[in-house]
């Protein structure tokens, strides 16, 4: 995948990668190496100029409707309520429109669920400035969730949360996965992260970005948060931010 054209910056290439239904994947890799670039080429944001996606057996040519998505920036729209924000992807997605308008009340209520789910009961009246930070990125996590999508892209969003919240929302991501048999894959600089919640770990290498290796995550589910202090989860870490500091090194040599 290039952007802008063919002399433009070439950010993933020869990467190749395969997720089951039902599995929580993670990518890890050093920073501009492509990572938000595969999550845009699974959701059909962009098509690639060379190469194919698959989703669920059909290939990617436009934007993916059974997919939910969740980035940094939470861009919940000021004008409406939280509750209207999370609502907002059955507006969009066609299938989901109709029953909306024919059934408003059933899809409200789901959207209160899921606000209870990840501790915001009672805040969907409120508009987002209302909100802080931590709030926000929960909404919008109920945001990719209201239309059961199969599929779940998490591109960093947790990052901009305080410790405690993010370990929190781990765990909502955590029971979602349990509870549900959503596919997840979480884009993710923390490799605490991506250890505590992926049965697979994705190891990227610098732009332009490529699988390099592969880690599968031998905790057992459902996983506490105590997995974190045990030297199996420090060495897995360990070993992850070894192999990303290696790639940052040869692509640090390679442009001297
Ligand atoms: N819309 C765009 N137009 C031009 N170049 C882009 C565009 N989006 C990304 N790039 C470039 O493609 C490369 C990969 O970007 P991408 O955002 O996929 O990396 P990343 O691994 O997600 O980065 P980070 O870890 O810093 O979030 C970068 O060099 C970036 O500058």
Redesign the pocket.
Known sequence: MR??GPG??L??SGLTLHVEKGEFTAVV??????????M?LVTGLYIPQVGAITVAGKEVTEPVSIVGMAFQNPTLLPWRTTLDNILLPLEIVQKHRRRLRANKAEYVEKAEHLLETVGLKGFGDKFPWQLSGGMQQRANLCRALIHEPDLLML??PFGALDAFTREELWCVIRDLHHETDVTIQL?T?DLREAVFLADRIFV?SA?P?RIIDTHAVPFERPRDLEIMYTPEFTDLVHDLRGQIAQARTEQLEAAQ
């Not at 050093?30 to 595969?38: A, D, E, I, R």
């Open positions: 952007y802008g433009g910056t950010a993933v890799g050093p920073s501009g190496c492509g990572k938000s670039t595969l845009k591109d960093e884009v600089h990227m732009r970005g």
